[in-house]
Structures are given as structure tokens and as C-alpha cells.
């Protein structure tokens, strides 16, 4: 079946530093792909999403380019903030299957 | 606009009590999702319900049971708890076809 591989972390970042989370995924099919953001104690929030292939997402400064080639959907930005601590999940939805979710990544940004 | 709203936000049950979480949307979505979050084991899909009506078993429904009361409301039933059981449970909605999933805040479900 469809899965998705993330790096599950922790990771500690200092303010301003470059972010990589690194996503591969397994897909029959050709699969919408998603970065969902969890803040402490809340529920997922959408980060960004891509469609097809080559598609790059991008929100709040965040960026993610579906890769078919490789299956992959890293999700980077260039200058973290304290407020982007929180717990990212890439997921993926093939057509007509439901999501799947990988395990999360703790993302923690010291000022 | 509330969107995905969920009660309560934190439970506590004695093993073989039973309680059902509820849900509830405000965005005329027709599909529905319950899932677990376990530690180092991202989100795990319960129950879902592509429309009013249907419910159908995810990757983990035992020990659980849904209703889905009408469009906006969707909930999972816990008849007889059990430790493995404590987790922070999520209910999300979705139009349907591949969109977006919307997520509730959670419900912390401690079961001793």
C-alpha cells in the first residue's frame, strides 16, 4: 500500500537558520502530496500541498516541490522563527484511497 | 465559522467505562474521518465516513464504533475502553475527492 517516510527528528534549529525536512513517499498511483502543521496543542493545520508532478507549494515561507523522479516532497524555508516550532507531517492522498501520514517531524527553533 | 469542533477536550475513563467523542462541522463537507495520534506513530486512521449515511473501517477500528448522526456530525464510541486506548484522538472533515482535510483540536483520552 501507499506509505510516507519522513525524518522523524527532533530537530533544533537557532532563529534564521535554513530548514530541510526530507519526505518520500510510495504511491500506486499519482498522488496528491501535503505538508500539514501541528502547533502544541492544536490540531493539523495545512501547510501546503502539491498536485502533480513538478507542482511547488509554498505558504507562510515555506516551499515543497513535487518530485516523481525521486518521490519526494521536502519541505524547506530559508530563515525559521521561533514561532514555527511545531510538528510537521507530510501525507499523501492517491485517487479515491484515504490519506496516509507519515510519522511527524518536532521541529524546535531556539532565538 | 467554527469549522471542525470537537468535545470534550479532555477525558478520563477507568478501563471498561464506555464514552463517545463527538464532532461537528460547520463546512457542508460530505466526508469524515476519525483518527488516533500515538507517539513516533504519526495519525492512524479509525472510521471514516465518505457521506452521510456510509461509514466504513480504517487501519485501526477495533474496540471502536461511528455514527453518522447527519451531514455536520460524526462521532466514535468507545464501549468498553481499555489502556491501549489512551491517545489523543482527531476528527477531520473533508469535501471529498482529494481536497484538503480539515482537523478538530483533539480530544486527550486517558484511560487508566
Known amino acids: 500500500g501507499d506509505s510516507v517516510t519522513q525524518m522523524e527528528g527532533p530537530v533544533t534549529l537557532s532563529e534564521e537558520a535554513f530548514l530541510t525536512i526530507n519526505c518520500t513517499y510510495t504511491a500506486t498511483g499519482y498522488p496528491s502530496l501535503f505538508w500539514y502543521v501541528q502547533y502544541p496543542g492544536e490540531g493539523l493545520q495545512l501547510l501546503l500541498k502539491a498536485t502533480k508532478a513538478d507542482d511547488k507549494g509554498s505558504n507562510k515561507g515555506f516551499e515543497a516541490t513535487y518530485r516523481k523522479e525521486t518521490t519526494s516532497f521536502h519541505l524547506e524555508k530559508g530563515s525559521v522563527q521561533v514561532s514555527d516550532s511545531a510538528v510537521y507531517f507530510c501525507?499523501?492522498?492517491?485517487?479515491?484511497?484515504?490519506?496516509?501520514f507519515g510519522p511527524g517531524t518536532r521541529l524546535s527553533v531556539l532565538p | 465559522n467554527a469549522g471542525v469542533t470537537q468535545t470534550p477536550k479532555f477525558q478520563v475513563l477507568k478501563t471498561g467505562q464506555s464514552m463517545t467523542l463527538q464532532c461537528a462541522q460547520d463546512m457542508n463537507h460530505n466526508s469524515m474521518y476519525w483518527y488516533r495520534q500515538d507517539p513516533g506513530m504519526g495519525l492512524r486512521l479509525i472510521y471514516y465516513?465518505?457521506?452521510?449515511?456510509t461509514t466504513d473501517k480504517g487501519e485501526v477500528p477495533n474496540g471502536y464504533n461511528v455514527s453518522r448522526l447527519n451531514k455536520r456530525e460524526f462521532s466514535l464510541r468507545l464501549e468498553s475502553a481499555a489502556p491501549s486506548q489512551t491517545s489523543v484522538y482527531f476528527c477531520a472533515a473533508e469535501w471529498g475527492g482529494g481536497e484538503t482535510q480539515y482537523f478538530g483540536p483533539g480530544t486527550r483520552l486517558l484511560v487508566l
Open positions: 501525507a499523501l492522498k492517491d485517487y479515491g484511497q484515504n490519506f496516509v
Open positions: 465516513s465518505a457521506s452521510e449515511g
